[in-house]
């Protein structure tokens, strides 16, 4: 099938596993998967849009070789796993793992902040516990640890295995 708009192609579905793809939208199945694919001589992008935006609101771009995800608006992108978020970039640039704020130290998470650099991580717990592992083959070589108000940095032989 194929759809042809002013006397260009937009939509196609070429015969399966040929690779020879000409068109700048492809919708096909692939080894028992469904694929679409986007492109022209410079690369392809896929635009999505709120319906009262004016123009996108997030795109997924390519030249085939640099990959971007990009959102314009000032919120965040967030990953998920499992239907929960795992990881978010806020629209500050800070990189949040495990939080979905900026880390305080009343939660659990890491942030990269943009700008400065600085990097925080944070278990919300005032119990002894241990904020950094420093491992080599051997295992546990080393750690820093947290307890109250206090820190501490131990090596292999001091080492209190906790969790949280």
């Keep these: 099938m194929s759809v042809t708009i002013n006397g260009t192609t937009g939509v196609t579905t070429p015969e399966i596993n040929t690779g020879n793809v000409t068109s700048p939208l492809n919708v096909q199945a692939q080894t028992g998967f469904g694929a679409i694919e986007v492109g022209g001589p410079s690369g392809g992008f ?58 305080t130290g009343a939660s659990d998470g890491v942030q990269i902040r943009a700008g400065n650099g600085n990097v925080k991580w944070s278990i919300g717990n005032t ?29 292999s032989s001091d080492c209190i295995v906790t969790g949280k």
């Excluded at 849009?49 to 971007?68: E, H, I, M, N």
């Excluded at 002894?128 to 501490?152: C, D, E």
């Design 46 to 103: 896929v635009d999505i849009k709120a319906p009262f935006s004016d123009d996108y609101d997030a795109r997924l771009w390519t030249d085939g070789t640099d990959v971007q995800l990009l959102n314009r608006n000032a919120g965040y992108l967030g990953l998920f796993t499992n239907n929960t978020e795992r990881a978010r970039i806020d629209s500050s640039g800070n990189l949040l793992v495990g939080t979905t704020s900026v880390v």
């Design 127 to 155: 119990g002894n516990v241990a904020q950094h592992y420093f491992y080599n083959p051997n295992g546990i070589v080393g750690g820093i640890y947290t307890n109250g108000s206090s820190t501490s940095y131990a090596t």
